[in-house]
């Protein structure tokens, strides 16, 4: 009898997993995403698509092949990037599949990554074309934003600000508690970059308690480095470094490789510092080290 009963649990695990809907996968590998847990996140997000792509569900296969890039662009993984480049085209060639407005959104990020700013703003262009064309006005705040993203890479920081002028526009009528954020903390890089420490600051500590309740990793540990740095240049060396050495202890290397190695290249430009030298403990309720 026991035998039968064990036997049956798990033909019923398997019916279990059978019928577990590819949305469902999705979903909790979106979760593992916002986690930095990218390993995981890849493995329940590419089952999904598999099966979008079987089905012919080809906007949800696209809204996976986004988020994989984007993990991939952070873990550096080049070769994955391009074979997924080249399945998007094999959609369009074969399969009479039209890219959608997100999707060039997110090949601009990738290109971004690279450096490669004028390839990722003929991407927006096209992102930001395609949005305009359906009226699609959250895809319009996507464009918008990539926009922002690659003129503060460029130097171009008023073109930058205005970028996100209008996406506060959007803001006042739509909830996307994501990009918003995103593009706050955008917003206290570029006025890092103007020199405008005191406000960057400012704008980092709000984006921090937006955080208390997003719970968001990659940006958490985001924050940290974009606070280090903001501290260093404002001439609080030690401050800033501090910030940064918590953040290079938050983050995993392995999923998030170049924000890893970002903070690394900026602590050492502040200086070596071993393990031992400080012992940073960070509380959260006073928003101190």
């Known amino acids: 009898m026991k035998d039968q009963i064990q036997i049956l649990k798990g033909r019923d695990l398997?019916?279990?997993?059978?019928?577990?809907?590819?949305?469902?996968?999705?979903?909790?590998?979106?979760?593992?995403?916002?986690?930095?847990?990218?390993r995981v996140a890849i493995d329940k997000i590419t089952k999904a698509a598999a099966v979008f792509y079987t089905?012919?569900?080809?906007?949800?296969?696209?809204?996976?092949?986004?988020?994989?890039?984007?993990?991939?662009?952070?873990?550096?993984?080049?070769?994955?990037?391009?074979?997924?480049k080249e399945t998007l085209q094999d959609l369009v060639l074969n399969k009479n599949v039209e890219l959608n407005s997100k999707t060039y959104y997110t090949l601009a990020l990738c290109a971004?990554?690279?450096?490669?700013?004028?390839?990722?703003?003929?991407?927006?262009?096209?992102?930001?074309?395609?949005?305009?064309?359906?009226?699609?006005k959250e895809d319009i705040c996507y464009a918008i934003h990539g926009l922002a993203i690659v003129y503060h890479f460029l130097g171009r920081y008023e073109d930058a600000l205005k970028e996100i002028y209008n996406l506060q526009?959007?803001?006042?009528?739509?909830?996307?508690?994501?990009?918003?954020?995103?593009?706050?903390v955008l917003n206290g890089h570029i006025l890092l970059k103007m020199g405008k420490y005191d406000q960057a600051l400012d704008v980092f500590w709000q984006c921090y308690d937006?955080?208390?309740?997003?719970?968001?990793?990659?940006?958490?540990?985001?924050?940290?480095?974009?606070?280090?740095?903001?501290?260093?240049?404002?001439?609080?060396?030690?401050?800033?470094?501090?910030?940064?050495?918590?953040?290079?202890?938050?983050?995993?290397?392995?999923?998030?490789?170049?924000?890893a190695r970002s903070i690394d290249?900026?602590?050492?430009?502040?200086?070596?510092?071993e393990d031992s030298e400080y012992d940073i403990v960070f509380d959260s309720s006073t928003n101190t080290v």
């Open 55 to 84: 089905e012919k569900n080809f906007d949800a296969y696209l809204k996976c092949q986004n988020v994989l890039l984007r993990m991939y662009a952070e873990m550096e993984e080049s070769e994955k990037i391009k074979a997924i």
């Open 265 to 273: 290249d900026r602590l050492k430009r502040l200086g070596a510092m």
């Open 14 to 38: 398997s019916v279990a997993e059978k019928i577990i809907k590819p949305e469902s996968t999705y979903e909790v590998g979106k979760l593992y995403f916002e986690r930095g847990d990218f």
């Open 210 to 259: 937006i955080l208390k309740e997003q719970k968001n990793l990659y940006m958490y540990v985001s924050l940290l480095f974009a606070m280090g740095i903001t501290y260093a240049d404002s001439g609080e060396v030690d401050l800033g470094r501090m910030y940064l050495t918590l953040a290079k202890r938050s983050v995993d290397p392995a999923n998030l490789r170049y924000l």
């Open 112 to 136: 971004s990554y690279k450096g490669q700013h004028k390839v990722a703003l003929e991407y927006l262009e096209k992102s930001l074309a395609l949005a305009l064309s359906a009226d699609a």
């Open 169 to 184: 526009v959007f803001f006042q009528v739509m909830d996307l508690p994501e990009l918003r954020l995103s593009s706050q």
